[in-house]
């Protein structure tokens, strides 16, 4: 005969909730495997955006291109130090400074740093370039906040503002705060920042000019402006109209911006190994015009919607 039990038989649902605690559990176990093994893939491609190295070369005079393949880069070289617009990715810092060395420059001349605005892609390799070079950094007041907490901005709405919380860069330390119309001087260089605020609300433009053979030529390093529909921020409207007066204002025989297809850097660059004048391939006030232009009518549209 065979034993029997006296326990009375446990019902399929009953065992069914006794097993859902292990499912859970083994659920959790596999995503927090994923996690650790796509965390730092991920943390990779975040702290390099995708860039990859060009070639550096000189735009006219003492002004040269130093960024990614995208993400901008600017050198302005002069005999007591150099300024270096914006710092790419936090990945995009070696990359500048390979490029900087290849031009035949030491990042220990540095001895500026600017920045267009605080997002991630153009504020997240300037503490690494601080480090290298000993370089102060200038900013707006709007945009010193946000580097200095790498890139925390607590003006822009949830749930973009949580994002850039969670998603920090090493934080440089900004040493000067620049108001509308100061000018930056090291040695005979001189920069001018404009705030243009809209895309960021410490969006700043600089000015220079350079001195390329025996003409000088007015550039612009134009801020974005492309409205962020997700990361609104108080005033936006306005400071967008201001800005666009501003910048159709500026000379410019030169420009550029922090996104190199932009400007047409690569299309530019194949121009200037055929032209007279190298650095005439890049002058280019109409493209500048346009710039704005187009700007302005996104943010027209935008305001019909
Ligand atoms: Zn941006």
């Not at 596999?30 to 991920?42: D, E, F, G, H, T």
């Not at 000018?183 to 005979?188: S, Y």
Request: contains cysteine; positive net charge; proline residues 7%.
């Amino acid at each position: 005969m065979l034993p029997t039990s006296d326990a009375p038989r446990e019902s399929a649902p009953s065992r069914r909730r006794r097993r859902w605690p292990i499912i859970l559990l083994g659920l959790l176990g596999v995503i927090i495997a994923a996690a650790i093994i796509l965390y730092p893939k991920w943390r990779r491609n975040t702290d390099n955006g995708g860039q990859k190295p060009v070639e550096p070369f000189r735009i006219a005079g003492n002004f040269y291109y130093v960024g990614a393949n995208d993400v901008a880069s600017f050198l302005i070289t002069g005999p007591q130090g150099h300024i270096l617009i914006d710092g790419g990715y936090p990945g995009t810092a070696p990359l500048i400074m390979a490029s900087i060395a290849k031009l035949g420059f030491n990042i220990r001349d540095v001895k500026v740093l600017l920045n267009s605005e605080p997002h991630f892609d153009h504020g997240g390799g300037l503490a690494a370039l601080q480090k290298a070079s000993g370089a102060q950094l200038w900013a707006s007041a709007a945009s010193a906040q946000v580097l200095s907490s790498g890139g925390y901005d607590a003006g822009i709405a949830k749930p973009i503002g949580l994002i850039t919380w969670l998603i920090r860069y090493p934080a440089p330390r900004v040493d000067h705060v620049v108001k509308d119309g100061d000018t930056i001087t090291v040695g005979p260089t001189k920069v001018t920042a404009h705030l243009t605020p809209g895309h960021t609300a410490g969006c700043t433009s600089w000015t220079f000019p350079v001195h390329d053979g025996d003409r000088v030529l007015n550039v612009v390093s134009a801020c974005s402006l492309v409205g962020l529909g997700n990361a609104h921020y108080p005033g936006q409207r306005s400071d967008f109209e201001r800005t666009f007066r501003v910048l159709h204002g500026l000379p410019a025989d030169i420009w550029v911006t922090s996104h190199a297809r932009l400007f047409g850097r690569y299309r530019k660059l194949v121009a200037s190994r055929t032209a007279k004048d190298p650095a005439d391939a890049f002058i280019d006030p109409a493209g500048y015009r346009a710039y704005v232009d187009s700007g302005e009518a996104r943010f027209r549209r935008g305001q019909e919607h």
